[in-house]
């Protein structure tokens, strides 16, 4: 059993649909992070929340909108996507002291969202 | 900025055999962290290690071993007697700072490792 866990695994859905990606990390973490895996490129962070709040939107469309509620929790809501956004969204947890990296920072992650977008 | 290179794109090797994955970098900062991470066909990124840029030893975990060379600015992961099991995509990464001040992770493209029967 993985300490962080994602909802659903696979998506399919059509351009005018709505949905929402869920993810929830049992290690005790008080930051979370969405990052984007399409084929062929790096991975790219597209959302960062320390202690429940947004610190970092690395350019990402609107349609995109994510949602932290809790230290446990993150969400991505989804409307109006483009087939280009078809990825694996991968969701991550870490331990966060202030003044930047240190030594106790390292980021696991979820198994990720496969969506596909027609 | 930070950047991390795998040349490799795809190795494929027979099983038992010895692979080297690559891993160069590139950062400005004085105090910096690298990291290695698996991703099997189930999609999960599984952490591997974790090297402080203090810290050259080199690092050996069964069958998994680490080199890392600050002078040429490189990270690279040894696979000894390779199994099946270890076929992945391979991704070395590097602690990194986003604009606004977070941290983040700064991947390379990866490397898929294909270890045949």
């Known amino acids: 059993e993985t300490g962080v866990t994602q909802t659903p695994r696979h998506l399919v859905m059509g351009m005018t649909n709505k949905k929402s990606l869920k993810c929830e990390q049992h290690?005790?973490?008080?930051?979370m992070y969405w990052y984007k895996q399409s084929a062929k490129k790096p991975l790219e962070l597209m959302f960062v929340?320390?202690?429940?709040?947004?610190?970092e939107n690395n350019s990402v469309p609107s349609r995109f909108s994510p949602e932290c509620p809790n230290s446990s929790h993150l969400f991505l809501h989804l409307h109006t996507l483009q087939p280009e956004d078809s990825a694996l969204y991968l969701c991550?947890?870490?331990?966060?002291?202030?003044?930047?990296?240190?030594?106790?920072?390292?980021?696991?992650f979820g198994p990720g969202t496969r969506l596909l977008v027609l | 900025a930070q950047k991390v290179t795998q040349a490799q794109t795809e190795i494929s090797v027979v099983e038992k055999e010895d692979v080297t994955l690559d891993c160069v970098y590139e950062?400005?900062?004085?105090?910096?962290?690298l990291f290695w991470y698996k991703q099997p066909p189930s999609g999960e990124l599984v952490f591997l290690i974790r090297?402080?840029?203090?810290?050259?030893q080199n690092e050996i975990s069964g069958r998994y071993s680490w080199n890392f060379q600050k002078s040429t600015s490189s990270f690279n992961f040894t696979i000894t007697a390779s199994q099946v099991v270890d076929s992945a995509v391979y991704f070395c990464?590097?602690?990194?700072?986003?604009?606004?001040?977070?941290?983040?992770?700064?991947f390379g493209k990866g490397t898929k490792l294909t270890v045949n029967p």
């Open positions: 990464a590097l602690s990194g700072h986003t604009q606004g001040g977070s941290e983040k992770l700064v």
């Open positions: 090297r402080n840029s203090f810290d050259e």
């Open positions: 991550a947890s870490s331990q966060n002291l202030a003044g930047g990296w240190g030594e106790r920072e390292t980021q696991y």
């Open positions: 950062t400005r900062d004085t105090t910096y962290y």
């Open positions: 290690l005790g973490h008080n930051a």
């Open positions: 929340y320390n202690f429940k709040e947004q610190t």
